[in-house]
C-alpha cells in the first residue's frame, strides 16, 4: 500500500483511525494507531489498532473472526487522522450491531459505485471474455438498444406476479443503464445532480 505521511509526534504516537464500509459507506467505528499498528494493518491487509487499555496490539477479528479487511486508506489535511475503507466480515461492534454507533446496515447501493469501476474498467481495458467490454465495441446503438430491450422486458415482468423474473430484469436493466452511461461518457453523480436539482426546486 502507499506509504502514508502521519504526523506521529503531533498526537504523542497515537492517532485516530476512523473506520467507513467500503461500500455503504457508514462509519463503523473509531480506533487508534501507532507507528507499529499502521504498518502492521498496510502489511497484512487487516485493520490492526493500539489498544490504549490493553497497552498493546490488537488485530479487530482475531478474537471473533470479523475482521476489517483495507480497501483504501487515506490521511486528512492536518495529516494526524486516519480514515480506512475496509470491508467487514461480520458485525463490527461486540454487542453484534453492524457499527459501534448501534446501526445495522442493510443497503446494498453502495455495490452501484464498485459495479461503475467495473464498467468502466471494461471499457477501458477490453477483453475478448466480457460481455461487457463486448458491448461497448458494438458503438452506442447497440448499448442504447440494449436499454431498450430491457426497458420493455421489465414492463412485462411488471404486469405479472413473479419477483424472481421481475428483480432480474430489473438488475438487468440497471446494469445497461449503467454501461449506456459510461459509453456516453457521463456520471452517475451528473444525474443525481439533476434529480437533486429538480428536488430543490419543489
Not at 60 to 89: H, Q, R, W, Y
Not at 107 to 121: E, N, P, Q, V
Request: aromatic share 8%; charged share 30%.
Amino acid at each position: 500500500m502507499e506509504e502514508l505521511q502521519i504526523d506521529f509526534d503531533k498526537v504523542n504516537g497515537l492517532v485516530p483511525a476512523v473506520i467507513q464500509d467500503a461500500l455503504s459507506q457508514k462509519v463503523l467505528m473509531l480506533g487508534y494507531m501507532n507507528e507499529e499498528a499502521l504498518k502492521q494493518t498496510q502489511e497484512s491487509g487487516k485493520v490492526t489498532f493500539y489498544s490504549r487499555t490493553k497497552q498493546r496490539l490488537w488485530t479487530k477479528g482475531e478474537t471473533s473472526g470479523n475482521f476489517l479487511f483495507v480497501k483504501e486508506m487515506a490521511i486528512d489535511c492536518d495529516k494526524d487522522t486516519l480514515l480506512i475503507k475496509v470491508s467487514p466480515v461480520g458485525p463490527v461492534c461486540h454487542t453484534g450491531a453492524d457499527t459501534c454507533f448501534d446501526e445495522i446496515n442493510t443497503s446494498k447501493t453502495g455495490f452501484i459505485d464498485k459495479l461503475r469501476a467495473i464498467i468502466k474498467d471494461r471499457k477501458n481495458n477490453p477483453s475478448d471474455q466480457s460481455y461487457t467490454a463486448s458491448l461497448f465495441a458494438k458503438g452506442i446503438n447497440k448499448v442504447a438498444q440494449k436499454v431498450g430491450e430491457e426497458a420493455v422486458e421489465i414492463v412485462i415482468e411488471a404486469k405479472d406476479d413473479n419477483k424472481d423474473l421481475f428483480m432480474g430484469e430489473a438488475a438487468d436493466l440497471m446494469y445497461h443503464y449503467l454501461v449506456l452511461l459510461e459509453a456516453k461518457g457521463y456520471e452517475l453523480d451528473e444525474v443525481m445532480e439533476v434529480l437533486i436539482d429538480r428536488h430543490q426546486k419543489k
